[in-house]
């Protein structure tokens, strides 16, 4: 049968007697049966190789294969001839040819005549075709005579005659036209002018029916049928003068042809005139082969490949030139007449991989430089299978690596195909992947056994299921036992086995073949699953074959199948079918089985809970269960499925009538529910991989030194089906489960400890949600956790959730496990155990904020657990105070004002002081970039953050702040005001012309960078560079000497002439951040003091800090505000004054609201 498409295994089938249901061979045709060849001589030594021999004698063929005695095409680009009769009235002939246009023509035309030697060949009661001299056929079209001349020289290279320049004369002998009854019994053809060394028949659009050719030569015969289509296409067919002619009788409407002679012209520089083949001496050797392969039937190869010399673009016989052409018409004449097929495909190689070039840049080289650097992948597909006339058959031909050793020809065709030449070459730049391509035009021959399977490829299964599946016959015929030997004699895993088996039974029921149902049901695995048949399928099977026949097979089903579930249904459905049936005598065959199957429990499916305790609800049934069925569970059953049965049978207690409702029976029941949970317990792996992972991961995993870790999942499932059914003792179980895998003793942990680490730190928050709610219920229940399994379980976490918090970050997760967990212990044990670890290591803010936080959220819970030396909000505010000294606050305005509104987000609004001051003490040690970018431009933020907190401007803590940051800006960023340019020229007092070049080049506003002073001499050189350098006019030009005679000076500005413009932008900035703080002059000297405001505007140099500031170089509007008490002529202070009093926490209060 035909193979299946690649990934879809196949099994070979070695159940059963195999194949051989019967000797007679046969050939299937899709359309029904035709080629038999039934009782047919068996052939002496036949071909047990049929792809070798035929291999081995094509080379030898093909050297007395230049020419072929026929030759046909059909035309779809022929162009209409316009046709025009002389003759009579006739005229224009339209095309197709119609009725009255043909009686008109037969009319004026005469019966051909045979020669006298072909007279002696034939019947002449045979009705003769209507023929009309060339000389009143006409073409009104040019392009008829081109396209004539062209199919000349196609059939002479069929033909192989080798005609070149005016060698060749094609004329036109007749205009035929055969109606129905015309026919031309065989005869030789012979020569109709000098010359002439073969005929050509160009058959015109017209409709009709029968009137096949027949042309045999040399032991070869080919018929050929232009009937199809003949309405609308153009055909024509020719053959070498001698070959034997026979036209078929017309079985209706009208054939209408011209007759041409191909004529070879005597005195043409080519002197051979063309002649037919001699006879093949390879003929019969090439029939023993396709005789033998024919009688081999299903064992013989499904199908040949044959390797064609060259590509074609139209896979249609015309299409083909040369050796090709003559092959392929050799082999279709001897395939066709012993029942072959032959059709033309394309093989096409694809070979893909990594590829580089090694010397250059593939960018700059062309495609040809690359070549593969590993094996390549290499693909081949026979695809576009059409027939000889260019008809589709199938899209794409299946062919396995395998095949390619018993089914092509050459052996290994992708070899072959990959040395012929490349088709495409393909290379992305992006990928590095390189594709090459290959294509060859194939000769496809398979039998009509065959044919079903070619022409539906992987369909073929499906359609042999359906055939078998809608048979309506009495007896299989020898095409039905094909398909059943090929259904059975291969197991596919893409087709379901219920299907092949239902369809297979159903056609033995039909046929009443026994021995064939009971080989289908043992072939496919009928009697591992008893629903595979189906109830219907043995019902049907009991009708046609008898009980006796069928029960054995039945009991065998109920023996083998391992399904609770299938086993019952099935013998409660014949129960019922056969009381209906009336047939109570098989009662005791039914309570047999159904006591067998009890004895023979197979391990729990889901959803089998509800057969079981249908079980226990008939009478006596609860015993049953205990005694026979939970005994064979436990054995057999999977934890997870016996948690299952145990859940259901406590959900039955609850339900209103049940089965256990009598005291005896609700004691039954709990045993079996706490008997199946323990069991389940003790034998569960607590520890399995989480299963909720993609392909992708699962790839990633599989190939990663870390394996998925451990759900909780599973170990919460079972807590809280303990905690369900009232079994919570169980639970110290559980919990010895999750504690029993033993301590590494290495440096590293084991990796199960691994495991069971990971399971129990991610169970802490399970377990304290299960500790609150029993808080909150109170009284110990059957529900209640048991103490012996609460101490086991905290005294392994506890542990671990130290160890975790040696972590510098902590995730949420991890936060609230510690958290919870500390909150079931009380506010003791997070005072002395986990706090000191929490304030061991140096953690981020968020790690701080989350703790924080969960303890807040728990302040409540915690207060159930006091301790008699802390409490929740002492710690937060000892966590806070911790939280400002570990962190780096100076590292963006952000992190500073955070931290400050964190404060008031916990209740710890006093604690902003902390952080004030621990920056304002910093400040003189922080660079001057963050002074600068950050400390600065918080005065800003820390206004604000005082306004929505209604903290005092004049609040010890936010001065400090105010007057530590300006002092560090003051000295780091501001420094003390640069000299102006007119300020450093005035101190060049000398007036000779030399210094004057130079005061007068320093002091424009040119674009000029650099002026040369040229051949001044050395005396004036050393006099300019003493007199500029002892002015200090460096700090504004560089000069250098011009090594000339005599010598020159060259002085250029340096760019220190900028430094008072950036200044005043420095003075800017902090003018500005001063207004911020208030617009008030007399609130600024109350926030700094009278030195200290003093300090500021002298370092500013501006006469109050709300003044106007004039464009330039700092100039001011005026001198001294009015309203602002302060001198303005008193000596500034030299520096900022310290502030009354430094301890601000001892102030705070009296500032903050609310204190």
């Not at 291999?55 to 026929?70: C, D, M, Q, R, T």
């Not at 992947?433 to 290959?438: D, F, G, K, Q, R």
């Not at 820390?942 to 940051?965: C, D, E």
């Amino acid at each position: 049968m035909a193979a299946p498409k690649k990934n879809i295994p196949i099994i070979p089938n070695t159940s059963g007697d195999g194949r051989g249901m019967g000797k007679a061979i046969e050939c299937l045709d899709i359309n029904g049966s035709k080629g038999r060849v039934d009782n047919e001589p068996r052939i002496k030594n036949p071909s047990t190789q049929i792809c070798r021999d035929l291999g081995n004698l094509i080379p030898s063929a093909s050297k007395s294969l230049a020419a072929s005695y026929h030759f046909k095409k059909r035309c779809l680009d022929a162009p209409n001839p316009t046709l025009r009769l002389t003759v009579g009235n006739i005229g224009t002939v339209g095309l197709p040819l119609g009725n009255l246009a043909a009686k008109e023509i037969a009319a004026n035309s005469q019966q051909a005549e045979l020669s006298m030697s072909e007279q002696r060949d034939v019947n002449m009661d045979a009705m003769s075709p209507w023929e009309m001299d060339a000389e009143f056929v006409k073409f009104g079209n040019s392009r008829w005579d081109s396209f004539i001349a062209d199919l000349a020289r196609q059939i002479c290279a069929g033909l192989g005659a080798r005609l070149y320049g005016n060698s060749l004369k094609v004329e036109l002998h007749k205009l035929l036209l055969c109606e129905a009854g015309s026919s031309a019994p065989p005869h030789q053809y012979t020569e109709k002018a000098d010359g002439m060394f073969a005929a050509m028949m160009v058959i015109l659009p017209s409709a009709f029916t029968g009137g096949i050719t027949r042309l045999s030569h040399a032991g070869l015969s080919k018929a050929i049928d232009f009937s199809v289509d003949s309405l609308s296409s153009t055909s024509v067919m020719a053959w070498y003068t001698g070959v034997t002619y026979e036209l078929e009788p017309i079985t209706s409407g009208y054939c209408f042809a011209l007759s041409y002679n191909l004529i070879h012209i005597a005195n043409a520089p080519q002197k051979t005139q063309p002649s037919l083949p001699p006879a093949y001496s390879f003929l019969p050797e090439l029939r023993h082969i396709f005789l033998s392969w024919r009688q081999s039937g299903s064992s013989g190869p499904q199908k040949l490949i044959c390797l064609l010399k060259d590509t074609y673009p139209r896979a249609n016989l015309g299409a083909l030139a040369g050796d090709d052409v003559h092959l392929v018409s050799l082999l279709d004449g001897v395939a066709t007449e012993l029942g072959f097929h032959l059709g033309l495909a394309t093989a096409e190689l694809n070979i893909s991989g990594a590829a580089e070039c090694e010397d250059y840049d593939v960018e700059y080289v062309g495609v040809d430089d690359v070549d593969f650097v590993e094996e390549p992948d290499k693909d081949m597909v026979i695809v576009d299978l059409v027939d000889l006339e260019g008809n589709h058959i199938s899209k794409e031909l299946l062919l396995e690596e395998e095949d390619e050793n018993e089914q092509t020809i050459p052996k290994g065709l992708s070899d072959a195909l990959e040395k012929g030449g490349l088709y495409d070459r393909q290379y992305s730049h992006s990928s590095g992947e390189l594709e090459l391509s290959y294509r060859r035009s194939v000769l496809v021959i398979w039998p009509n056994l065959r044919n079903a399977e070619i022409v539906y490829g992987d369909k073929y299964f499906e359609h042999t299921l359906d055939c078998l599946r809608e048979t309506t016959t009495t007896e299989p015929s020898k095409e039905e036992r094909h398909l059943v030997e090929d259904v059975l004699g291969v197991l596919r895993l893409d087709v379901s086995q219920s299907k092949v088996l239902r369809s297979v039974c159903g056609a033995a029921c039909q046929w009443g073949d026994l021995e064939l149902w009971r080989k289908a049901v043992r072939t496919c695995g009928g009697y591992t699953n008893v629903e595979m048949l189906g109830l219907e399928y043995i019902m049907k099977a009991i009708s046609r074959f008898g009980y006796d026949d069928v029960l054995p097979s039945v009991e065998k089903m109920l023996q083998t199948d391992k399904s609770n579930t299938r086993r019952f249904k099935l013998l409660e459905q014949l129960e019922l079918e056969l009381k209906r049936q009336g047939r109570s005598t098989l009662d005791s065959w039914i309570s047999k089985n159904r006591e067998a199957v009890l004895e023979s429990m197979g391990p729990l499916a889901a959803g089998e809970d509800k057969l079981l305790i249908s079980i226990a609800k008939a009478p006596g049934g609860i015993t049953i269960l205990e005694r026979k069925i939970v005994p064979q569970l436990k054995a057999s059953s999977k934890p997870r499925d016996l948690l299952a049965f145990a859940l259901a049978l406590h959900d039955e207690q609850q339900r209103d009538g049940s089965c256990f409702k009598s005291p005896a029976g609700m004691k039954a029941g709990r045993r079996m529910q706490t008997d199946l949970l323990s069991h389940a317990i003790k034998h569960e792996n607590f520890f399995e991989p989480a299963k909720s992972l993609n392909s992708a991961s699962s790839y990633l995993y599989s190939h990663s030194y870390n394996p998925p870790a451990p759900s909780t999942k599973l170990t919460e499932l079972y807590l809280e089906a303990c905690l369900k059914t009232e079994d919570a003792a169980l639970i110290v179980n559980i919990v010895e489960q999750l504690t029993s895998v033993p301590p590494s003793t290495g440096s590293a942990a084991s990796p199960a400890t691994q495991e069971r680490d990971s399971v129990l730190l991610a169970l802490v928050p399970h377990f304290n949600k299960m500790m609150i709610n029993e808080e909150r219920n109170g009284d110990a229940t059957p529900t209640s956790l048991p103490p012996p399994a609460v101490e086991l379980f905290y005294a392994s976490a506890t542990p671990l959730l130290l160890a975790q918090m040696q972590k510098a970050i902590l995730s949420k997760e991890e936060v609230a496990s510690i958290v919870e967990a500390a909150a079931v212990a009380g506010v003791e044990m997070l005072e002395k155990t986990i706090l000191p670890k929490l304030k061991a290591t140096h953690r981020d803010t968020e790690t701080y904020k989350r703790f924080i936080r969960q303890l807040l959220a728990r302040e409540a819970q915690f207060a159930l657990k006091p301790s008699p030396s802390s409490s929740i909000p002492a710690i937060v505010t000892d966590l806070v105070k911790t939280m400002a000294t570990q962190l780096d606050l100076t590292k963006s305005r952000a992190a500073t004002l955070d931290m400050l509104e964190f404060c008031y987000e916990v209740n710890n609004g006093p604690c902003y002081a902390d952080v004030l001051v621990r920056i304002a003490n910093s400040a003189k040690d922080t660079s001057s970039d963050r002074v600068d970018a950050i400390l600065l431009p918080s005065i800003t933020d820390l206004v604000g953050f005082a306004s929505r907190h209604n903290i005092s401007l004049f609040a010890p803590p936010v001065v400090f702040y105010f007057k530590a940051v300006l002092a560090a800006w003051i000295k780091g960023v501001l420094g003390p005001k640069p000299p102006t340019n007119s300020d450093i020229l005035e101190r060049l007092t000398c007036e000779c012309a030399f210094c004057a070049r130079v005061v007068e080049f320093l002091s424009s506003n040119s674009g000029e960078k650099t002026v040369q002073l040229s051949k001044l001499g050395a005396p004036a050189v050393k006099h300019l560079e003493k007199t500029l350098g002892n002015a200090g006019i460096g700090a504004i030009a560089s000069w250098t000497t011009i090594m000339t005679v005599p010598r020159g000076l060259e002085v250029t500005k340096v760019s220190m002439l900028g430094q008072p413009s950036t200044w005043a932008t420095k003075r800017q900035k902090g003018v500005s951040i001063l207004k911020s703080i208030t617009t008030d002059e007399n609130i600024l000297v109350s926030i700094f003091g009278s030195d200290g405001y003093k300090v500021l505007v002298h370092h500013l140099d501006v006469p109050w800090i709300n003044s106007a500031i004039l464009p330039g170089s700092g100039s001011l509007g005026s001198t001294a505000p009015p309203s602002v008490s302060v001198g303005a002529h008193d000596p500034p202070a030299s520096h900022m004054p310290a502030n009354e009093d430094a301890n601000v926490a001892k102030r705070r209060k009296l500032d903050h609201p609310g204190s």
